[in-house]
Each structure stands twice: as C-alpha cells, then as structure tokens.
C-alpha cells in the first residue's frame, strides 16, 4: 500500500499548489477589485457630484419644482441601481460556492468553484477549494489504511476458516464415513445425511475463504481472477458473461485488488438486489495505454430512488483510494451499470504477475 500513499501524496501536493495559482491568479485578474472599494467608488462618485453640483451654480428651489425633484430622484436612482450591480457582481461568487458547499461530497471527486469575483471572494474560493483537496487526500489516506487493514483482516479469517475450521470439518467427515460403515442398516441413511451435511458446510467454508482472500488473483493475476468470479456467481437464476482480454496494460497490486473488489461487490449486488437473470463483466483497457476500464452490467431492477449502501459507498472509497473514477447508471434497456476507470501507474510499473493470457 505504500505505493500508492506516496501517489496520493504527489497528487495532494499537485492539487494544493493549484489551488495556490488559482487563488494568485485571482488576485491579479483585472477585475478582482475588491468588493470595499467597488462600492466605495461608486457611492463617493454619487457624492462628488452632489457637492459639486451644490457649489457650481446649480440650486435648488424652495419649494422644490417638479424638474429639480425629477433631476434628484434620477440621481438616487442611478446611485441605488449602481450599488444594486455592484454588490450583484460582487455576490455571485459567494452564492455559486454556497451551492458548490451544498453539494460537495468527499467520495464524489467534482468540478470546484471558478476562483472569480472581488478579492474577498477569490481568496475565500480558492481557500474552499484547498480545503477541499486537503480534506479529499486525508479521506483517501485514511481510507487506505481502513481498506489495508481490513485486507490484513480478511487474510487473517480466510487462513483460520481454512486451517482451523476446514480441517476440524473434513476430521468430521472422515469419522462420520468410518461410522457409517459399522452402523446398522437403518441409521445409515442418518449417518449418510451427516456426512451430506457436513461436506455442504466444509465447500461453503472453502467458498467463503476464497471470496475473502482471493488466492487466485495473487497466484494467477487479475484477468483469471475475474473469470474464475464469473464463473462464481453464475448460478440458478443468474448467468454472468465475462469479456476479459488477456493483453491488459500493466497495473499495480493495489489496483488490481480494487478492480477485483469491486466487481465481487458488483456481482453481489447484482445477485442479491437486482432480481436480475444475466450479468456482465467486461474490462478492457482505455485508448493509448492510459488506465482499464471495468463495466459490470446487469439487466434487473436498477439503482431506483433508494439511498447509497455500504456496498457502493465502499466502492467509492475503494474508486478513491487509486484515484480511480467510479460512476453507477442506468444501462442501456433496463438494469445497472458499474464503471470504474483505473488511471495506469506512472511509469508503465508492472504488478509482476504471470498467468493472464487466456
């Protein structure tokens, strides 16, 4: 994981020091004048001239005429429309980062606010949205090191259902087949269902270890790890398709553990929520060696009005932690679909896997 923590790091610095330039480039744009002075300017304008206009030779009557209360009342007008665009010009910025406030959510990297407007404004923009990118880099660091831990977590249970409780089952089994062959003939068909039972719940054992520790995608590599899940979840009901080349661009582990990942909780989503009878998996790799892209499509339900799970928020933290882009969407006809683009590490780095080609 430490790779990918230096990555990050780069990428935080990177976007701290663009929202520097953006807040100095602010503050040198000609029309960064601050909001103080705007309205300042103009409303000592409106003064000089009333003065001057007192001291020149122009007076007003008593009573005031009907042309002098009209030549008054224009000038209020104009001085209250002037003030009336100014602080107009002058708020908008303030009001579109209320709106980018509002919305912004920490696991859905999006556009930041124009840094535009008065100085004020500017500097309080390109401040927000360092804050932001800030805040974005601790999420994914301390998503990382929830995720790595949680990978350490896995392994450690996989290792002991396998060695501890895997064994303990197959010694059951092995004991049941030797008493079944001294039993009576009526308690063999009990025995015989012991045995049934038992070797049910050692495979489901085995299941369970393999879906939390995926031996094959560290012995095999990514594109047999994804078939072997297709193959997984097709079952009663539910037909997964995969479409996997084997000349895929080089990545690094901890991408191919988030691609992995999130087309397991794709798949499963898919088989408990989407009442879907035909799954896809497809990943191939983006134009110019830049990155993959993984499609899981499913044609059942769709994503309907309910509120984000656990199992996409995760995948939204997984998406971030490789500053990957994820995006769930209607598919085409009905269904759901699942898209992440992993970006290619810097430098071509190959994950030093074997066993990809079909």
Sequence with gaps: MGVVTDIRSRSRSAKLAAGVSCEQAGRSGKRNVSLFWR?????????????????????????????????????????????????????????????????????????????????????????????????????????????????????????????????????????????????????REEVTLAQEATRAGLDEIRRIARRLRPGVLEELGLASALRSLAAEFTHHGLTVQHQIPGDLPPLAPEAELVLYRVAQEGLTNTARHAAADRAVLTLRPLPGGTGVEL?????????GTAAEGAGIRGMRERALLIGADIHFQPAPGGGTDVRLRVPAPPGGRSADRTGDSP
């Design 39 to 187: 309205i300042f300017s103009l409303n000592a304008a409106g003064l000089v001239v009333a003065t001057a206009l007192l001291l020149g030779p122009v007076t007003v009557s008593t009573p005031v005429l009907a042309g002098e209360a009209l030549v008054l009342l224009a000038g209020l007008a104009v001085l209250l429309v002037g003030n009336a665009v100014v602080l107009r010009i002058g708020l908008t910025p303030l009001h579109r980062l209320g709106r980018a406030m509002s919305t912004a959510d920490l696991l859905v990297p999006g556009t930041r606010p124009e840094v535009a407007g008065p100085a004020e404004a500017a500097q309080l923009i390109a401040t927000y949205n360092t804050m932001l990118d800030r805040l974005q880099a601790e999420r994914a660091a301390g998503a990382g090191r929830a995720l790595e831990a949680q990978e350490r977590e896995r392994h450690r249970i996989a290792r002991e259902l396998h060695d501890e409780v895997g064994q303990t089952l197959t010694a059951v089994l092995l004991q049941l087949k030797r008493v079944a062959d001294r039993v009576p003939g009526e308690l």
């Design 295 to 303: 499609l899981v499509r499913d044609n059942g339900t769709g994503l």
